[in-house]
């Protein structure tokens, strides 16, 4: 017991929550009765109020219930009105303390239910006067700390109190032990600080002495500890937000508190553990990523054998012989038996090697121990199995974390703090990440200004941070998906944008954006919310730099720049409400429900200026498409219209060539559609063969009715048709994403069908071979050859009347293509037709000296 309160009733009081009939019995020597002073200062659990509060919703009155919920939480206490502070002289307050009022207020705003006791006091025995009230406050038992559940006055929603000697303070992480801890103490013989717990616990993974901030989540781990039943736990957070630190601080602060621990079944705390499965580690001093030193196991099976050995169960010299049953008594011993808390960090470098991270073993175990057992995990992402159970790490808080945080790394790397601009600039680059503004300011002591090492961490310095912290996390997004190539185009569009407009930009689904979402937030993205409600993306600040550093490696990456570079074009110049009108048109187009496109758009007024964008009128057009040939007319009005203000929007051209080519009467149509596309010049190069190979189509089903009666006209719409397929073909050689196959087949199907066509007359293939010499490019190997191999072929049952001919068609073509200014070793298509065209002369030579040595005998 402390000695200041050994002769007097004040313990006693609190702890049996009963005040005693008299000050002399209250206050022992403490009291004088001659002058009627209280010989006693302000403590941790006596307060003294000269009035009595005429209300407890605001300023006085608000600030004893302040007191009282102090008090609760801490070790009870006494208030004591009608008595100056300092002097301890009565102040003879005349008004009546109302305590059921103050209770009933107590419970209201706390949800705590809270019964405190009153009693008045004379200051010498007989006296009629009772001028000395005392409000008894008694202890928190074994409830949750009390706090706000709503305002009070000043003190907003969640404040949460602790009596500190002869104040009040907001709780702060030191005061988390006493908050949660066995308070009881307090009045015993024992000394505060007895306590023994077995921990093994390393040096702290931090690079910062000070450990800052985080109190709201230190707050959620001791009540997790002390009164949830769910036996484990997990923060899950980007790499570099502090979970480690906040896991080992926690650790420490549970193995060292001085006052006992209680776990939810009421088995006291025996011991504290902290294994780590950490791969590598970010020195923020010298940028640099390095193997971790502290690494405990690296398997499910060391994991295990390191909690035996840390919990004091066998010798490191035992470890290598355990067998596996061995193993599992030893665990079982350790459950059944002692009451402890395990902290493993980095949980999921295990889970990135595909490796049993021993979780179900341990979960098992701790399951079935009457709740011996706490699991607290750190990972950096959120274990889908264990949502209830899982806390996130976040940045640091600008107003309440972020400067303490800033302020006391400057003083450990003996750096000025950046002042003004400089500080919010340093938040926003580092977007609050801990080790990101370690990194920083660790740059300052190398650089003249703040200016200067933000700077260098833009640019190289900052590599090996943000390899830290996205690198393993981009490694593991499953290359099948577009996540990777989400981010890509999330890093060069710079704006938040809604999942739709990021799939309209891509082309991909919003099945496959949604699927990218999800892998990739929390780590990758922020998100927010416009004034429509809907959810807008972007990337975090920190992972600008590392995306935009491995993109150019992906895949079709040059095809997304072009495709985002044109739609920052067409933002620029669309104001706010078309583009609301666009997006929610295109989702219409997406889930095709045209018939909406058609009623919402025709709803709007003509006067509005979406009218006159080409976006709105190609949707427009597309929606009228997908009625029918009813509306084929309003349909082609509006595509017109669209690509006279120049829209080139695929899917609008697609609708429109569709509907088209699908009547033979604007059958021309379709072909000069594909002619007006092809010469617009705007297309990519995969919609460019694309629409090539529409006009082979049309060309090629023109020429279909004059094979019977004007063979002349179709062999020469089918070459026209064979060189559309021809360029086509040419340009998909360097789109990956454009599967050629269906080209070839074009060629093969059409190719087969002219060789019918002209049966021994070869000349017209020959002109057309002739002619590929005039382009300005080479002709694709697969095509050429589609068309040269049965010419090759041919060529052995000429007819003897038709090889001179032949071959002079052949020397003649070969004799164009020996003019050609690039070298045909620049050329395979072109190299492949000359080596043909001399097989072909050589062949028919022969044959001719064959033919004529059979005619001579």
Same mark, same amino acid.
Request: charged share 25%.
């Given at each position: 017991?402390?000695?200041?309160?050994?002769?007097?009733?004040?313990?006693?009081?609190?702890?049996?929550?009963?005040?005693?009939?008299?000050?002399?019995?209250?206050?022992?020597?403490?009291?004088?009765?001659?002058?009627?002073?209280?010989?006693?200062?302000?403590?941790?659990?006596?307060?003294?109020?000269?009035?009595?509060?005429?209300?407890? @919703?605001?300023?006085?009155?608000?600030?004893?219930?302040?007191?009282?919920?102090?008090?609760?939480?801490?070790?009870?206490?006494?208030?004591?009105?009608?008595?100056?502070?300092?002097?301890?002289?009565?102040?003879?307050?005349?008004?009546?303390?109302?305590?059921?009022?103050?209770?009933?207020?107590? @419970?209201?705003?706390?949800?705590?239910?809270?019964?405190?006791?009153?009693?008045?006091?004379?200051?010498?025995?007989?006296?009629?006067?009772?001028?000395?009230?005392?409000?008894?406050?008694?202890?928190?038992?074994?409830?949750?700390?009390?706090?706000?559940?709503?305002?009070?006055?000043?003190?907003?929603?969640?404040?949460?109190?602790?009596?500190?000697?002869?104040?009040?303070?907001?709780?702060?992480?030191?005061?988390?032990?006493?908050?949660?801890?066995?308070?009881?103490?307090?009045?015993?013989?024992?000394?505060?600080?007895?306590?023994?717990?077995?921990?093994?616990?390393?040096?702290?993974?931090?690079?910062?002495?000070?450990?800052?901030?985080?109190?709201?989540?230190?707050?959620?781990?001791?009540?997790?500890?002390?009164?949830?039943?769910?036996?484990?736990?997990?923060?899950?957070?980007?790499?570099?937000?502090?979970?480690?630190?906040?896991?080992?601080?926690?650790?420490?602060?549970?193995?060292? @508190?001085?006052?006992?621990?209680?776990?939810?079944?009421?088995?006291?705390?025996?011991?504290?553990?902290?294994?780590?499965?950490?791969?590598?580690?970010?020195?923020?001093?010298?940028?640099?990523?390095?193997?971790?030193?502290?690494?405990?196991?690296?398997?499910?099976?060391?994991?295990?054998?390191?909690?035996?050995?840390?919990?004091?169960?066998?010798?490191?010299?035992? =470890?290598?012989?355990?067998?596996?049953?061995?193993?599992?008594?030893?665990?079982?011993?350790?459950?059944?038996?002692?009451?402890?808390?395990?902290?493993?960090?980095?949980?999921?470098?295990?889970?990135?090697?595909?490796?049993?991270?021993?979780?179900?073993?341990?979960?098992?175990?701790?399951?079935?121990?009457?709740?011996?057992?706490?699991?607290?995990?750190?990972?950096?992402?959120?274990?889908?199995?264990?949502?209830?159970?899982?806390?996130?790490?976040?940045?640091?808080?600008?107003?309440?974390?972020?400067?303490?945080?800033?302020?006391?790394?400057?003083?450990?790397?003996?750096?000025?703090?950046?002042?003004?601009?400089?500080?919010?600039?340093?938040?926003?680059? $580092?977007?609050? =990440?801990?080790? =990101?503004?370690?990194?920083?300011?660790?740059?300052?002591?190398?650089?003249?200004?703040?200016?200067?090492?933000?700077?260098?961490?833009?640019?190289?310095?900052?590599?090996?941070?943000?390899?830290?912290?996205?690198?393993?996390?981009?490694?593991?997004?499953?290359?099948?998906?577009?996540?990777?190539?989400?981010?890509?185009?999330?890093?060069?569009?710079?704006?938040?944008?809604?999942?739709?407009?990021?799939?309209?930009?891509?082309?991909?689904?919003?099945?496959?954006?949604?699927?990218?979402?999800?892998?990739?937030?929390?780590?990758?993205?922020?998100?927010?919310?416009?004034?429509?409600?809907?959810?807008?993306?972007?990337?975090?600040?920190?992972?600008?730099?590392?995306?935009?550093?491995? $993109?150019?490696?992906?895949?079709?990456?040059?095809?997304?720049?072009?495709?985002?570079?044109?739609?920052?074009?067409?933002?620029?110049?669309?104001?706010?409400?078309?583009?609301?009108?666009?997006?929610?048109?295109?989702?219409?187009?997406?889930?095709?429900?045209?018939?909406?496109?058609?009623?919402?758009?025709?709803?709007?007024?003509?006067?509005?200026?979406?009218?006159?964008?080409?976006?709105?009128?190609?949707?427009?057009?597309?929606?009228?498409?997908?009625?029918?040939?009813?509306?084929?007319?309003?349909?082609?009005?509006?595509?017109?219209?669209?690509?006279?203000?120049?829209?080139?929007?695929?899917?609008?051209?697609?609708?429109?060539?569709?509907?088209?080519?699908?009547?033979?009467?604007?059958?021309?149509?379709?072909?000069?559609?594909?002619?007006?596309?092809?010469?617009?010049?705007?297309?990519?190069?995969?919609?460019?063969?694309?629409?090539?190979?529409?006009?082979?189509?049309?060309?090629?089903?023109?020429?279909?009715?004059?094979?019977?009666?004007?063979?002349?006209?179709?062999?020469?719409?089918?070459?026209?048709?064979?060189?559309?397929?021809?360029?086509?073909?040419?340009?998909?050689?360097?789109?990956?994403?454009?599967?050629?196959?269906?080209?070839?087949?074009?060629?093969?199907? =059409?190719?087969?069908?002219?060789?019918?066509?002209?049966?021994?007359?070869?000349?017209?293939?020959?002109?057309?071979?002739?002619?590929?010499?005039?382009?300005?490019?080479?002709?694709?190997?697969?095509?050429?050859?589609?068309?040269?191999?049965?010419?090759?072929?041919?060529?052995?049952?000429?007819?003897? $009347?038709?090889?001179?001919?032949?071959?002079?068609?052949?020397?003649?073509?070969?004799?164009?293509?020996?003019?050609?200014?690039?070298?045909? $070793?620049?050329?395979?298509?072109?190299?492949?037709?000359?080596?043909?065209?001399?097989?072909?002369?050589?062949?028919?030579?022969?044959?001719?000296?064959?033919?004529?040595?059979?005619?001579?005998?």
């Amino acid at each position: 017991m402390n000695l200041l309160y050994q002769n007097t009733g004040i313990a006693a009081a609190i702890q049996q929550n009963h005040l005693p009939a008299t000050l002399a019995e209250l206050f022992g020597d403490l009291f004088d009765e001659d002058t009627g002073r209280i010989l006693l200062q302000e403590t941790t659990i006596i307060d003294f109020k000269e009035t009595i509060p005429e209300s407890f @919703s605001e300023g006085y009155g608000a600030g004893i219930i302040r007191l009282a919920l102090s008090f609760h939480n801490t070790f009870g206490g006494l208030i004591v009105f009608g008595v100056v502070d300092r002097t301890g002289v009565p102040s003879l307050a005349k008004e009546i303390f109302n305590i059921e009022a103050f209770n009933r207020v107590l @419970s209201d705003f706390s949800g705590n239910q809270i019964e405190c006791s009153l009693r008045r006091y004379a200051l010498k025995e007989g006296a009629d006067t009772l001028p000395i009230q005392v409000v008894l406050v008694p202890a928190r038992r074994a409830q949750r700390p009390a706090r706000l559940t709503r305002s009070l006055s000043k003190y907003g929603q969640g404040a949460l109190w602790v009596r500190d000697r002869h104040e009040v303070l907001i709780a702060e992480p030191r005061h988390l032990p006493l908050l949660y801890g066995n308070r009881s103490s307090f009045f015993s013989r024992n000394e505060v600080g007895s306590v023994s717990v077995h921990r093994s616990l390393p040096p702290s993974p931090s690079t910062m002495d000070e450990f800052v901030g985080r109190f709201g989540l230190l707050h959620d781990l001791w009540d997790w500890l002390v009164f949830s039943n769910h036996v484990r736990m997990y923060l899950h957070g980007p790499g570099g937000s502090g979970k480690s630190t906040l896991a080992y601080e926690f650790a420490t602060a549970v193995a060292h @508190s001085p006052y006992r621990i209680t776990l939810p079944k009421g088995n006291t705390l025996d011991y504290v553990l902290f294994l780590s499965a950490k791969e590598t580690a970010l020195d923020p001093f010298q940028q640099k990523e390095s193997n971790f030193t502290q690494r405990d196991f690296a398997t499910a099976e060391e994991q295990v054998k390191q909690i035996l050995y840390h919990a004091g169960l066998v010798a490191s010299t035992e =470890l290598e012989g355990l067998s596996e049953e061995s193993v599992e008594e030893h665990l079982d011993e350790l459950v059944d038996n002692f009451s402890g808390l395990i902290v493993i960090d980095d949980i999921d470098a295990l889970t990135r090697r595909n490796r049993d991270t021993g979780e179900e073993l341990l979960f098992q175990k701790a399951a079935q121990c009457s709740g011996r057992l706490k699991i607290l995990y750190t990972s950096r992402y959120a274990p889908p199995y264990a949502l209830k159970t899982a806390k996130e790490v976040p940045s640091l808080d600008f107003e309440h974390e972020f400067f303490r945080f800033m302020e006391s790394c400057c003083r450990q790397f003996e750096v000025a703090p950046p002042a003004g601009n400089n500080a919010l600039r340093l938040f926003e680059i $580092s977007a609050g =990440l801990p080790i =990101l503004i370690e990194t920083i300011i660790g740059l300052r002591r190398n650089c003249s200004s703040y200016e200067e090492a933000f700077k260098a961490y833009e640019s190289r310095e900052g590599d090996a941070a943000r390899r830290y912290l996205y690198q393993r996390e981009y490694d593991r997004l499953e290359a099948a998906t577009k996540a990777r190539h989400m981010l890509a185009a999330l890093s060069l569009i710079e704006t938040p944008v809604s999942i739709t407009a990021i799939g309209h930009i891509t082309s991909y689904s919003e099945e496959q954006i949604r699927d990218a979402v999800t892998q990739t937030k929390g780590i990758f993205l922020k998100s927010t919310e416009n004034e429509n409600g809907d959810t807008l993306y972007e990337l975090a600040t920190p992972a600008i730099g590392f995306v935009r550093q491995v $993109s150019p490696d992906l895949p079709y990456y040059p095809a997304l720049q072009k495709a985002i570079s044109h739609f920052k074009q067409e933002s620029g110049r669309t104001p706010a409400h078309e583009a609301a009108i666009l997006v929610r048109m295109q989702k219409l187009a997406r889930t095709s429900d045209f018939d909406r496109i058609v009623e919402e758009g025709t709803a709007i007024p003509t006067s509005d200026s979406i009218w006159g964008n080409p976006q709105f009128l190609g949707l427009l057009g597309q929606g009228y498409a997908a009625r029918g040939a009813a509306n084929a007319e309003d349909a082609r009005g509006y595509f017109a219209r669209a690509f006279a203000l120049h829209s080139r929007d695929i899917f609008m051209l697609r609708t429109w060539y569709k509907l088209e080519f699908s009547a033979p009467h604007t059958i021309k149509s379709a072909e000069d559609l594909c002619r007006k596309v092809l010469q617009s010049g705007s297309l990519s190069q995969r919609h460019r063969s694309e629409f090539y190979s529409k006009l082979g189509q049309v060309l090629e089903t023109q020429a279909r009715p004059f094979i019977h009666t004007d063979k002349t006209r179709a062999i020469s719409m089918m070459k026209a048709s064979l060189e559309a397929y021809f360029e086509g073909k040419w340009l998909a050689r360097d789109v990956e994403q454009l599967d050629s196959t269906l080209q070839d087949d074009w060629i093969s199907s =059409l190719a087969g069908k002219l060789f019918r066509l002209l049966q021994d007359d070869l000349e017209p293939l020959f002109d057309f071979i002739e002619k590929l010499s005039d382009k300005n490019h080479d002709v694709d190997l697969e095509a050429i050859r589609i068309l040269i191999d049965p010419m090759k072929t041919m060529v052995h049952s000429a007819k003897p $009347s038709a090889c001179s001919k032949v071959a002079a068609l052949a020397r003649r073509t070969a004799a164009r293509y020996a003019r050609l200014k690039k070298p045909l $070793s620049e050329q395979p298509g072109f190299s492949y037709v000359t080596e043909a065209l001399r097989d072909i002369i050589q062949t028919l030579h022969s044959k001719m000296k064959t033919d004529q040595g059979e005619h001579t005998r």
